[in-house]
């Protein structure tokens, strides 16, 4: 039953070949029985899920149960739940327990899905390995030895392994679609815009964007269908119409003409990784699928561009974790300044701490103009590149990560972890949705693809995604100690 | 050496919504700490704001009063410092594009010519708490009931040269915001409030001096004694060879004194960007207009129209139109009279002396509009005389009575018009003072006045004067 797919979960509830309670507690006790090495979770919220999973099973018998009703799910420990811890996998918010559900929750609360628990991540979201957890590291379930990415680390792990059918995860700078690369899973991130981030805890605002992690295009479409949307409760989240993402997955990707940006293959792309998405381009080849080379020119500059943007606002974002109202707070202060030096310098890691210097002193009298207004011109270039691309192409392939999950601890110098996401970035920065999906192995580690769409086009996306996914078999792979 | 004084002033006024800037929370005064203030104003982990229309639509008009350039696309800002009445550690205003741009208005000086008084921007923002140190023993408590009260922020060019100036720049804009209706203008709750930055220079020098920036002022009285302070505490450290220092200060009503706040080195750097939470505000030449359309008549045009149409004084319609319930009251009763001079010389007389006296303004005042017209009518059908219709006003100001004829019923003061009553008195008040007569007709006629009092007082002021005057002069002559 862990194996299974949303979509196939869905249709077994539905024909009642089992309950969403017995589904639960599946998942319940693999939890249980194999979190210990992978450490995915932060809070497991079992009586929730079980008092959730009744009254799923109860709307499934009176018929009035909606395709996602009795799923269960987890939710990164970024998403605000009314009544359960959200952490932010910081020592900041360590019991913090929000007196609201972010819409993303209320959303899927609505929907009838079951809430497993709370995945570890980053520390707010600020990493690409899921080492800077004050609640400890993720292990890969492909190579233990390794991270999972970051920073919905603990999502990606979790659905790799069958901890749990789906996750929602957050993707700032390719927090989504860089682990569900690492784990071989399918990550979606939605345009800027198109879900909401009322109560999804902020890290750089004008990049966050939620998203889905899960083990096939189709079950990311399923949970979009919900998740879209105009939310009043965001004033930058997009008044477009929403589709019905199921529906167009079907559609043939004959004629369809793909995009190769040519500084996603350059130096730096790990060979064997290259010859998988090269494989990967020849399936979508023999279904029909044009492939033009094109040029996104200010690919170089997106790392540099994003490491001014996202410090910038996190700076600023994180300045609410004082210590007066609510979270962390130093013991015995001996005033004010004291109160704000010790609840920040003991509350937050070191990840955190440097973001938050580096954006304070890009925003500083002198510097604002040579840094964050700089930025900001470089983001519109980049725009622009995706802008023009969009005009020859339909989509845009790539390599989602330059290289295979690492090792722990491996890349201790933070400029080394940063690029990382050299591909991923500049999707943020311009606002783009995006999708990771598995295309390979290298030694048993995954490799991902990334297609990039235009704004809102999700739809697009998803269908081009599962068009590789039903004539291959890569995102069915699972993890041998996790079968 | 001669200086000249040089004031600009920032006004904060809170906008009239029901409900904050950027939530549903009520803006209501005087609740329970912090039972007015949800989730967003907390600072909660990952909530978001969204702009309260209202407080747009209210930004434009005061715009579109002061006849400024209003921005077609202005931008929240992050002010970021460190405050524990801050919730979020920032605060949420605007900076490099305000909604509202350069204007001016108009005040009056003291010798009744106008002043024109530039305004440089408006801008939106939020409001903080309000730290509580008394009842706290070695603690500060916090209430954020206040936290993301909208607030407009008006800044003026360096353009006052006085004291007076200043003070009358500021009740100028207390009585456009009440006007235009977007701000009760209450001073005691905070919803009025200002800062004013003062510097000295020698006469005749372009350049400015350095200013110091004095802190929250929220009262007409404390701004002129504040400033006077001030330019008084400068003038001696210049006199004497000294230099200003740039910095902030806090006015101490109590001691009437100012005194350092914080100085320029150890100022904020408020790291200001533009808020990723918030869309820019766009605002369309039809919305502007049709805002345009729905602007009330304002103070300069109704004092022009009540000298045009009232034929009063400049100085007597700027008095009665500097809020909008004075004007109110005044066309109420004019309407009533239809005498535009004695409804004028009695509001501007004694009911403005009676809410001075009392410190009322003239919504509370025990006699409205439609009770002073009654008193006004008995004066000009000659019920009562001018000096009567004050004991008439006393007694109704202290609540004997509803109705000027209920009170001159009840006390009897009703004017004495009959000829031959009339003439009784005069004709005792001739015999029993044959002195006063004899030298009267002897050329001594500054007498007259003696008589007409005599008679008066005989009458307890009721005899009608016109028949009083023209009975003696019978008489006598």
């Known amino acids: 039953m862990h194996k299974k797919t949303v979509a196939e979960l869905s249709a ?354 002198g510097y604002y103009d040579a840094y964050y207004l700089k930025a900001q011109k470089l983001r519109q270039l980049i725009s622009n590149d995706f802008t023009q691309a969009f005009k020859q192409v339909d989509v845009l392939i790539g390599p989602t990560t330059p290289d295979v999950a690492f090792k722990k601890g491996e890349k201790s110098d933070p400029v080394s972890m940063y690029l990382s996401d050299i591909y991923t970035i500049a999707v943020n920065l311009a606002g783009l949705p995006a999708i990771s999906i598995p295309v390979g192995r290298i030694k048993n580690k995954p490799v991902g693809l990334q297609l990039i769409g235009n704004y809102f086009n999700e739809a697009k996306l998803l269908n081009i995604a599962h068009q590789y996914q039903t004539i291959t078999d890569w995102h069915r792979g699972i993890p041998e100690k996790f079968q | 050496m001669e200086w000249e004084v040089v004031i600009g002033l920032e006004i904060h006024t809170q906008l009239a919504t029901k409900s904050k800037i950027f939530s549903g929370a009520s803006t209501t005064y005087g609740a329970e700490p912090n039972t007015q203030a949800c989730a967003i104003d907390l600072g909660m982990p990952g909530v978001l704001p969204v702009l309260n229309k209202d407080v747009v639509n209210m930004a434009v ?31 949420i205003s605007q900076f490099e594009l305000p909604i509202v741009g350069l204007g001016h208005i108009f005040i009056e000086q003291e010798d009744g010519s106008k002043k024109r008084i530039g305004i440089t921007r408006a801008h939106l923002e939020e409001d903080a708490g309000k730290s509580l140190h008394e009842d706290f023993h070695g603690k500060t408590g916090i209430d954020l009931n206040r936290a993301g009260t909208p607030l407009l922020e008006i800044v003026s060019e360096p353009d006052m040269r006085s004291t007076a100036e200043a003070v009358a720049y500021m009740k100028k804009i207390h009585s456009l915001v009440r006007y235009l209706g977007i701000s009760d203008g209450n001073m005691q709750e905070g919803s009025f409030r200002c800062d004013a930055n003062i510097s000295l220079r020698p006469k005749g020098q372009e350049e400015l001096g350095t200013r110091t920036e004095l802190k929250n002022i929220n009262s007409f009285r404390f701004i002129e004694k504040a400033i006077n302070y001030e330019i008084e505490r400068q003038m001696d450290i210049l006199e004497t060879g000294g230099v200003i220092t740039q910095e902030t200060r806090l006015y101490d009503a109590n001691k009437n004194e100012t005194r350092p706040m914080r100085s320029k080195e150890e100022a904020n750097d408020y790291r200001y960007f533009p808020d990723p939470d918030l869309l820019p505000v766009e605002i369309t030449d039809e919305c502007k207009e049709k805002i345009r359309q729905s602007l009330p008549e304002l103070p300069d045009a109704k004092q022009q129209r009540f000298v045009n149409e009232y034929q009063l004084s400049d100085s007597d319609a700027n008095a009665l139109t500097l809020n909008k319930e004075t004007a109110n009251y005044y066309e109420t009763v004019t309407k009533k009279i239809k005498d535009p001079k004695l409804s004028a010389n009695w509001i501007l007389g004694e009911v403005s002396a009676y809410l001075n006296k009392e410190n009322k303004s003239i919504t509370t005042a025990p006699i409205q509009a439609e009770m002073l017209a009654g008193i006004l009518q008995r004066i000009k059908d000659n019920t009562i005389s001018g000096k009567i219709a004050k004991e008439v006003f006393d007694a109704m100001w202290k609540g004997e009575g509803n109705t000027a004829d209920a009170i001159i019923d009840k006390k009897g003061l009703k004017q004495i018009t009959d000829n031959s009553a009339i003439e009784g008195i005069v004709d005792t008040i001739i015999t029993d003072n044959p002195n006063e007569v004899a030298a009267y007709q002897g050329g001594k006629k500054k007498l007259f006045g003696f008589f007409v009092g005599q008679v008066m007082k005989a009458s307890k002021g009721k005899a009608n004067p016109a028949q009083v005057n023209a009975l003696l002069k019978q008489k006598l002559d």
């Not at chain 1, 799923?56 to 605000?80: H, M, R, S, V, Y």
């Not at chain 1, 900041?92 to 929000?98: C, I």
């Not at chain 1, 949970?223 to 409760?233: R, S, Y």
């Not at chain 1, 792309?269 to 399936?283: F, N, S, T, Y």
């Open chain 1, 12 to 365: 077994g509830l539905k024909a009642k070949e089992f309950s969403s309670e017995e589904l639960t507690q599946v998942f319940l006790q693999r939890i249980a029985d194999l979190d210990k090495e992978l450490n995915t979770y932060i809070t497991v919220t079992e009586e929730q899920a079980i008092y959730q999973a009744k009254k799923a099973d109860k709307k499934i018998a009176e018929n009035t149960a909606g395709t996602l009703t009795g799923i269960p799910l987890a939710q990164k420990d970024i998403f605000c739940t009314q009544g359960v811890k959200t952490t932010c996998g910081s020592k900041m918010l360590e019991n913090f327990v929000a007196p609201y559900d972010a819409t993303t929750v209320t959303q899927f609360n609505n929907a009838g899905m079951v809430l497993l628990g709370k995945t570890n991540m980053d520390e707010f979201a600020m990493g690409s390995s899921n080492e800077s957890s004050y609640f400890g590291a993720v292990s890969n379930p492909w190579d233990l030895a390794t991270v999972p990415g970051g920073s919905s680390g603990g999502s990606a792990a979790a659905v790799a392994a069958c901890l749990a059918p789906v996750a929602t995860g957050t993707d700032t700078g390719g927090s989504i679609r860089q682990p569900a690369a690492f784990c071989g899973i399918t990550g979606l991130k939605p345009t800027y815009g198109r879900v909401s981030r009322y109560g999804m805890i902020a890290f750089a605002s004008s990049l966050d964007q939620g998203g889905i992690m899960a083990r096939s295009a189709e079950d990311c479409a399923m949970l979009l269908n919900t998740m879209a949307g105009f939310d009043e409760k965001d004033s930058t989240s997009a008044k477009i119409a929403t589709e019905n993402y199921s529906q167009s997955l079907h559609s043939k990707v004959e004629g369809l003409k793909i995009g190769l940006p040519q500084e996603y293959f350059a130096e730096g792309l790990d060979a064997q990784v290259g010859q998988c998405i090269e494989a990967a381009i020849k399936e979508y080849e023999k279904m029909g699928a044009k492939i033009i080379e094109l040029s996104l020119e200010n690919t170089s500059l997106a790392v540099p561009t994003y490491y001014i943007v996202a410090p910038a606002e996190c700076s600023s974002n994180l300045s609410r974790f004082d210590g007066v109202r609510y979270g962390y707070r130093c013991q015995d202060p001996k005033d004010l300044t004291d109160l704000y030096l010790r609840s920040r310098g003991e509350g937050f890691g070191d990840e955190v701490k440097r973001r938050i210097l580096i954006g304070t002193y890009a925003l500083s009298a």
């Open chain 2, 61 to 91: 008009c005061f715009g579109l009063a002061i006849d400024a350039e209003i921005a077609p696309y202005s931008v929240f800002a992050r002010k970021n410092y460190f405050y524990p009445d801050l919730p979020k550690g920032y605060q």
